[in-house]
């Protein structure tokens, strides 16, 4: 079981970060945020692992597209989850009601079919949270805050100082999280024919059927 969301995406430069730290000198930074003044954006895109409080962030540069979210939980599959749950026979996603995951995107269902559970044969289910419920998400309580607190104060000057903050993150109950940068360009706007989305092997829940599903993996040659 693994909740995921994108956190809030930043400018990468010399920007003012909320917070305090103990300094000789107060770092310089600009006096306004504006979007042509930053090297680039990162995207955050976070996986945390419930029940073994581990968390996974993949930093991306580009646009934070369904392509995006899927690529980094494969991400996250292939280099620790099939290592640690070698046995698991399904996954359940908790993911919130919109953004690049989001409940009503075709993309997210399709490539969620394609690239997850046929390739792999595993199941899986996502339940989103509804409208004004994300904040009960874990990431955002248990991963994406506590990143917030490491690199309170610290102007974000380039994205390896950002994926080292993330990286450093840990609590006093034992959170380790593992972090990888994302150099891929992914496209806006792709969209999902009503052909394909016939063909996807989507069952949906008798309670909340648009916000809890499962998806299973489609035989080969289908």
Not at 106 to 121: N, S, V
Not at 170 to 176: D, E, I, K, R
Request: hydrophobic letters at 35%.
């Amino acid at each position: 079981m693994i909740s995921v969301d994108t956190k809030k995406k930043e400018l990468i430069g010399p920007f003012y970060q909320r917070g305090q730290q103990w300094r000789q000198e107060a770092v310089a930074v600009n006096t306004h945020d504006f979007p042509s003044y930053a090297e680039g954006r990162a995207v955050p895109y976070g996986i945390y692992d419930i029940q073994n409080n581990l968390g996974y962030v993949a930093v991306g540069q580009s646009a934070d597209t369904p392509e995006f979210a899927v690529e980094a939980i494969l991400w996250w599959w292939q280099e620790f989850g099939q290592e640690r749950y070698p046995e698991a026979p399904e996954l359940l996603i908790l993911a919130d009601g919109g953004g690049s995951n989001g409940y009503r995107s075709r993309r997210w269902k399709q490539q969620l079919q394609e690239r997850f559970a046929d390739q792999f044969g595993l199941t899986v289910t996502v339940c989103h949270y509804p409208p004004g419920a994300s904040k009960w998400n874990p990431i955002e309580h248990r991963l994406f805050s506590q990143i917030s607190r490491t690199w309170a104060g610290t102007p974000l000057t380039s994205f390896e100082v950002l994926v080292d903050a993330v990286r450093t993150t840990t609590t006093q109950t034992g959170l380790c999280v593992k972090a990888t940068m994302v150099e891929k360009t992914y496209e806006k706007g792709l969209s999902v024919t009503d052909k394909e989305m016939a063909s996807l092997l989507i069952e949906k829940h008798a309670t909340c059927p648009a916000w809890n599903y499962t998806i299973r993996p489609r035989k080969k040659g289908k």
